[in-house]
């Protein structure tokens, strides 16, 4: 008997018809294996127990970097004239249908022994590969993937490598990046004559002296430098305009990252799994890290070696001593993307650092890298990028059509929905820099190419001076515009796989409003199709404009002179809290009185900076989020050094209702965490009062929203919800309420995951014929 299997997940770029080739071949089994593009297409003939044996291998031994999503079985038996002699890898045919793009590998064990064995002929080869690891989506033109559609068709295989390449018994059989010493890529210093040995052996010394040295990897450049040198990471700042935003560390194996932070059995599988992100890690106290690597930050983001050249900058057969432990940050200047050629590195990174370590294998797609924290001892991402982007998000939804969702300003990232599938991209970046906006531009054409899109629509933020929304209208196609924090709630949705309504608890930054205010901390009855504004914190008059998303002083000054309603009074308070001079705060109160630079606003955000200046954690913010997170911070502090028996004692009105909507009573918090504060309170344990208050606060507006809609799924989504204290106290909370809560896990609550809520509200839409 024939039967024609179609498997569908990420079956290109793994060692997928080899393997089946393999299995097949044991099994007895004749036909075919070919990759269709979308998906891999087997011609299975022999006896039913036969292939069902073969078929069963196959799914319960994939290779080991493969994903089956599903499989497709027709027996053919009866109308197949085909008669096979033996099973066959036959050339790639290009077919529609649904598209899996591999993300890129982090080197895998084996390659990573035969890196360093003397008498292997990859011995420190740079570039080192196999079927189970290396570049994929970064070295990618078109699909289906094979060498002739990828940056490493610039470098035609030796005969010992195409000799391995056609070798089913080889671990390299059909794997597309695989080079050697002779054949491969190579690695140089820009503007210096060393080359291979040499410029390796000149980046360590560098690196070893303390200095800095742009090291090209998989998908783009990085910035690197002695983490344990504080001068050397200080110099790094200066240069880098960076004085205080923590920098991601790589470790040289785990035992030196067990030997600097805090790791669970969790986080172990994913730092040492094939992805390989920067996870964030609790840091020990007794660790060799430099201070200025993480100022007054009791996390590290580490990561471990995922590109041979990384492992070689830290063991090499040279007699230069190395620092364990190395700052890789990303390698641009403040705003931009990350560099991926060598012009970019000249124009952009050459006056931050000493030296520039490249390669010759062009990357087609930047991809930064993935950064993880963890929750309840699960990945809850903060930066989805590489290593995962773009695997897509799957929903049971039936829709049909094609949306490309543009994302965000900020941390962007966009999002192409193709049915009940959703691809989101790599890592971004900052829309405010043109930069930016031209490699979206890049990124979202070449993405379109992969995938073989044609969208039926474009769909973008509400705001008309975002520069998302101008890359979304200059592409020409119909346009669909979606709230900011109503995104937010589709986007938890969608990732929850829920299509039930909900109540959506939306706490971010800033996002513009249907009513032309400055939204932050609302409480939405949301579905797939619209959603009610039933409930927000209380407005405030955000003054200042983007100074005061910096400086939280400004914000607090403006709460404590909306609530006293004076100004001496207010100056009073301010004086005795330090916030700003007296004549700072004048003007401040005369922009409130005259509405200058002053737009009313309901941000959690611009919230958490006001209660971080008033407990004098932090008057204001050198990176985005610093006062906010240090809030959070000391509040996990008091919590850990204590045993909580804190009572809600100072604000008895949590909540409010309105002639507009039900107001979470923050105003009275603040007016009475103020009070506190200036008889004498600890300013930790009024941090932590301040999180547990605020949970109260949402879960009373949750309770009155299942009142008015029976609804009893709440969805916490945004940036502020990264604070894993306020997302268990409320969580808790409402779970003891009864409610179904939602939450994220892989896709960032933060604006980096935006773009999947805006592209699930484009595809509703075109469903139903709305808005198009």
Known sequence: ?????????????????????????????????????????????????????????????????????????????????????????????????????????????????????????????????????????????????????????????????????????????????????????????????????????????????????????????????????????????????????????????????????????????????????????????????????????????????????????????????????????SGNTSGAPICREDDEAISELSNLCDAMLSHNRKIRIRSDDTVMDFYKNEPYMIRRSRGYAPLPFMTSTDWKGQVLAVGGELKNTFCIGVDSRFYQSPYVGDLEDLRTVKALQETIHRFQTLLEVEPQAVVCDLHPKYNSTVVAEELGYPIIRVQHHYAHILSCMTENDCEDPVIGVSFDGTGYGTDGTIWGGEILLADYESFERFGSITPFLQIGGDASAKEGWRIAVSMIYGYTKDRKKAWEIIEKLGLCSEQESKVQFTMADRKINAVVSTSVGRLFDAVSAILGIRLKSGFEGEASTALQFVAEAYEQQNILQEQNELVDILIYETEERLILNTKMLVEKITEAKLQGEDSNKLAYLFHEILAQQITAACIKAKEKSGRDKVALSGGVFQNRLLLRLTEEQLAQEGFTVLRHRMIPPNDGGIAIGQAAYGMYQLQNNRRI
């Open 1 to 329: 008997m024939t039967w024609r299997i179609r498997v569908y997940g990420i079956v290109q770029g793994v060692g997928f018809r080899p393997t089946v080739s393999r299995q097949a071949t044991a099994h007895g089994i004749y036909g075919t294996v070919c990759n269709k593009g979308p998906y891999v297409e087997i011609y299975a003939q022999g006896k039913k127990e036969k292939i069902e044996g073969f078929l069963n291998e196959l799914k319960e031994n994939p290779p080991k970097r493969a994903a089956i999503l599903k499989i497709n079985i027709e027996d053919i038996t009866e109308e197949n004239e085909l008669h096979f002699e033996t099973f066959d890898i036959i050339e790639s045919e290009k077919t529609k249908g649904e598209i899996f793009v591999s993300p890129d590998i982090a080197i895998c064990d084996e390659c990573k022994k035969e890196l360093f064995d003397p008498k292997d002929r990859r011995y420190l080869h740079p570039f080192i590969n196999c079927t189970c690891c290396g570049p994929r989506l970064t070295i990618l033109d078109a699909l289906p993937y094979d060498r002739e559609r990828t940056s490493m068709k610039e470098f035609p295989m030796c005969p010992e490598c195409a000799k391995e390449y056609t070798d089913e018994k080889s671990r390299r059989f059909d794997a597309q990046p695989v080079c050697c010493n002779e054949c491969g890529p190579e690695v140089y210093l820009i503007g210096r004559k060393e080359r291979g040995r040499d410029a390796i052996i000149y980046t360590r010394k560098m690196i070893s002296e303390g200095k800095i040295v742009a090291i090209k990897g998989i998908g783009g450049f990085h910035l690197c430098c002695d983490a344990t040198n504080e001068e050397a990471v200080k110099r790094l700042r200066i240069l880098k305009k960076r004085p205080a935003k923590p920098f991601a560390v790589m470790a040289k194996d785990e035992k030196v990252v067990k030997q600097e932070c805090v790791v669970t059995k969790e986080q172990e599988a994913i730092l040492t799994g094939h992805q390989k992100p920067i996870l964030l890690l609790d840091k020990e106290n007794d660790g060799k890290l430099a201070s200025s690597v993480a100022p007054g930050n009791p996390k590290v983001g580490v990561m471990l070696p995922y590109a041979p050249v990384q492992l070689l900058i830290f063991q090499y057969d040279d007699e230069i001593k190395m620092p364990e432990l190395l700052v890789m940050t």
